[in-house]
């Protein structure tokens, strides 16, 4: 066994060091929202670093999770709270948008969600509800059109064949 699986803090540890031991326990260094952008602005708005994180959005990576590790490793080594990350993050992640657009002419993904997708997803899901309560509602047996209904909102599975079923287990035969 390796000697550092044991190298970690137990549970409650945190408890008995100092309070203020680490930089996220201490107030953080910059408190307002428009001198924490500016610390950003004047740290991204280089051409080098545009150009890094924009081969990193280019290789498929979205740039909400990139704005988001950006301002969560700020955090932790105290330069800000998260409620200022909260301010700020928008205007951060639309700030590197438009400066990736602008200088490398890469069209950015925001996010991983397909929200397209998930808006048809949504309106199906409402047709198939309002069509099963028509159909409910109006109960015709054999009429054509609620048929044709009834295979949009429900259809039929193929008939399965039936399948064999073998034992199984160690003192199964065959």
């Not at 709270?81 to 400066?99: E, W």
């Not at 925001?110 to 899901?125: H, I, S």
């Not at 259809?155 to 399965?160: F, I, R």
Request: aromatic share 6%; with cysteine.
């Amino acid at each position: 066994m390796a000697a550092g699986r044991f190298d970690r803090p137990i549970p409650g540890m945190s408890m008995t060091s100092p309070l203020g031991k680490y930089p996220y326990e201490r107030p953080p260094e910059m408190v307002d929202a428009e001198e924490v952008l500016q610390y950003y602005m004047d740290r991204i708005a280089d051409e080098e670093a545009i150009d890094d994180i924009a081969m990193v959005c280019d290789m498929g990576v979205p740039l909400k999770p990139i704005v988001q590790s950006m301002l969560t490793a700020n955090q932790m080594e105290g330069k800000h709270s998260i409620d200022v990350s909260l301010i700020i993050g928008p205007l951060l992640h639309a700030f590197l948008k438009g400066a990736i657009k602008a200088q490398t002419g890469i069209d950015v993904k925001d996010d991983d969600r397909d929200y397209q997708k998930e808006a048809d997803e949504r309106e199906m899901q409402k047709f198939k509800a309002l069509t099963m309560k028509y159909i409910a509602d109006i109960d015709k047996q054999g009429d054509p059109g609620v048929e044709l209904l009834k295979d949009i909102v429900e259809p039929e599975a193929a008939p399965e064949e039936p399948v064999e079923e073998k034992p199984m287990g160690l003192m199964a035969k065959g």
